[in-house]
T-cell receptor, first 114, second 112 residues
Framework: EAGVTQFPSHSVIEKGQTVTLRCDPI?????LYWYRRVMGKEIKFLLH????????ESGMPNNRFLAERTGGTYSTLKVQPAELEDSGVYFC????????????FGNGTRLTVT | AQSVTQLDSQVPVFEEAPVELRCNYS??????LFWYVQYPNQGLQLLLK??????LVKGINGFEAEFNKSQTSFHLRKPSVHISDTAEYFC??????????FGIGTKLQVIP
């Protein structure tokens, strides 16, 4: 089966610009997660979709971040306007519908805001 | 609330030597525990998981971990490391509904 794919792999933008990250989960996985790792720090939870619904968005830093998952398939994470502190690696993960299902991660998008 | 502590940010070890990467967790509910590995420029891959049953779990690439409830630990071990094991290792816990909390990561550097 195809794994979780993320696009782009790298993005360099200037402060104030907009960036949209995309994640395609494994087919059939209802759960989709976004995580972020700022350099040298832990991987932090951003939000969790179950199909097209936001199950938990408690980790979203502020209203400059907008995540969508139309139709319950792929997801996008938009940052508008980007700030310097948004730099980091954004990981997407998906899992099946049991509580103990492991996460399957994409390779991440490395975002650099200059 | 739940948290994960990985006590060592970096662990250098000679090739063919044993290694232990430490992980402690805290949670107010029962948990599932995982170790993930990230090789350079790749995403995280599942090494092993503890859900229930035997406290000693075996994973891929010769790794194993032992769940110790009284010490709230889930240390990762390998009896003999290879150069290819050089990577960053993350301990993770699921407590509440599928919300995964990660540790800060431990970089394992295998020295030839």
């Amino acid at each position: 089966e195809a794994g979780v794919t993320q696009f782009p792999s790298h993005s360099v933008i200037e402060k104030g610009q907009t960036v949209t990250l995309r994640c395609d989960p494994i087919s059939g996985h209802d759960n989709l997660y976004w995580y972020r790792r700022v350099m040298g720090k832990e991987i932090k939870f951003l939000l969790h979709f179950v199909k097209e619904s936001k199950q938990d968005e408690s980790g979203m830093p502020n209203n400059r971040f907008l995540a969508e998952r139309t139709g319950g398939t792929y997801s996008t994470l938009k940052v508008q306007p980007a700030e310097l502190e948004d730099s980091g690696v954004y990981f997407c993960a998906s899992s099946q519908d049991t509580a103990a299902s492991p996460l399957h991660f994409g390779n991440g998008t490395r975002l650099t805001v200059t | 609330a739940q948290s994960v502590t990985q006590l060592d940010s970096q662990v250098p070890v000679f090739e063919e030597a044993p290694v232990e990467l430490r992980c402690n967790y805290s949670s107010s509910v029962s948990v599932y525990l995982f170790w993930y590995v990230q090789y350079p420029n790749q995403g995280l891959q599942l090494l092993l998981k503890y859900l229930s049953g035997s406290t000693l779990v075996k994973g891929i690439n010769g790794f194993e971990a032992e769940f110790n409830k009284s010490q709230t630990s889930f240390h990762l071990r390998k009896p003999s490391v290879h150069i290819s094991d050089t990577a960053e290792y993350f301990c993770a816990v699921i407590g509440g509904y599928q919300k995964v909390t990660f540790g800060i990561g431990t970089k394992l550097q295998v020295i030839p």
